[in-house]
């Protein structure tokens, strides 16, 4: 597993990390999220071993990644941010000096570099250098990299930035289907890679950890969760009908394109109730749909309130 404690990271009077502490087990994709330079990418290269902490500790596979840092790094794959590489090489020759530097020999090494090439699709840029490939070709040489030596630990940062929505969607699948066995830290700003790819979320904002859940409940922190919006001809005329429902709490129209929701009181069900009052009075609408909740708003929601005020928040939840 991935197990942190009181991770902290400082430079000089700014505390990019501020103790920060938990645990990944293998068959979890844990997406880790927050603002930009919430401290996302300074935690991945401390688990990674790239950073050393202030203060804390983190371990991979077992093996304390300052005081074992040889064997936690042969247990890990990582994906920085940038995914930068050696610009006069061909994507050919680097994944082979990498192969080297993991151990690769004979057959394992001659089958891992087919395997992720051709996972990846990177066959028609194998022999040209990496500096003349774009930003897509060059993250998915970074990811190929990371999965060469079939690591038990994948740590990805941002891993399909600058795809296009075709690549977004094969790299997403590669994870989901890595994922049965082993350990995987996804670092987005993407919030529909959540959906995608994680069976777990942890946000951050100003070094600190806010959330720790899984996605649907995370959404079901949002006042749209078991919402039920729809488009009417005339959304104003039903709104008063609607707010009178038992188990509705408020109805909105939105300005902009008209479209009606009603939010439920907490815990109570009412997409039946709204679906019955349309048709008994034979209500034309469209779109009727039962919200699950936005995790956008969820997400600004905590990285936008003071910090203090979040993590008492989180302790009650």
């Known amino acids: 597993m991935i197990e942190t404690h009181a991770l902290t990271k400082r430079y000089g009077a700014l505390t990019a990390v501020d103790a920060i502490s938990f645990r990944v087990e293998p068959g979890q994709v844990l997406g880790f999220l927050g603002p930009n330079g919430a401290g996302k990418s300074t935690t991945m290269k401390m688990i990674a071993g790239f950073l050393a902490p202030t203060s804390g500790s983190a371990s991979v596979c077992g093996f304390d990644v300052e005081r074992q840092p040889i064997e936690a790094k042969r247990c890990v794959g990582y994906l920085p941010e940038g995914a930068p590489g050696y610009g006069e090489m061909s994507p050919r020759s680097f994944l082979g000096f990498i192969a080297d530097l993991r151990g690769l020999k004979g057959e394992q090494r001659r089958a891992r570099l087919d395997e992720v090439t051709g996972r990846l699709q990177l066959e028609a840029v194998l022999d040209k250098p990496i500096d003349t490939l774009s930003k897509g070709f060059k993250r998915r040489v970074g990811l190929a990299q990371a999965i060469l030596h079939d690591p038990p630990v994948l740590i990805l940062d941002e891993p399909t930035d600058g795809l296009d929505p075709n ?20 670092s987005t700003h993407i919030l529909e890679e959540v959906h995608a790819v994680c069976t777990r979320a942890v946000i951050i904002a100003n070094g600190r950890l806010l959330a720790d859940a899984t996605p649907e409940e995370l959404e079901a922190r949002s ?10 001809p005339n959304p104003l005329a039903l709104k008063d009908g609607l ?5 509705v709490a408020s109805v909105e129209v ?17 997409f039946v109730a709204v679906a019955e009052h349309l048709r008994s009075r034979d209500i034309g609408f469209s779109e009727l749909q039962l ?7 969820v997400f600004r929601q905590i990285t936008t309130r003071p910090a203090d005020a979040a993590v008492a928040q989180e302790g009650r939840a």
């Open 167 to 186: 690549q977004k969607h094969e790299v997403r699948a590669l994870i989901r289907s890595m994922a049965r066995d082993k350990i995987i830290v996804i």
């Open 243 to 247: 707010a009178a429902l038992p188990g």
């Open 223 to 232: 006042r749209y969760h078991g919402a039920v919006s729809l488009t009417t």
């Open 254 to 270: 939105d300005p902009q394109d008209g479209r009606l929701t009603a939010f439920p009181k907490a815990g109570e069900p009412i």
């Open 291 to 297: 919200e699950r909740g936005r995790l956008d708003e």
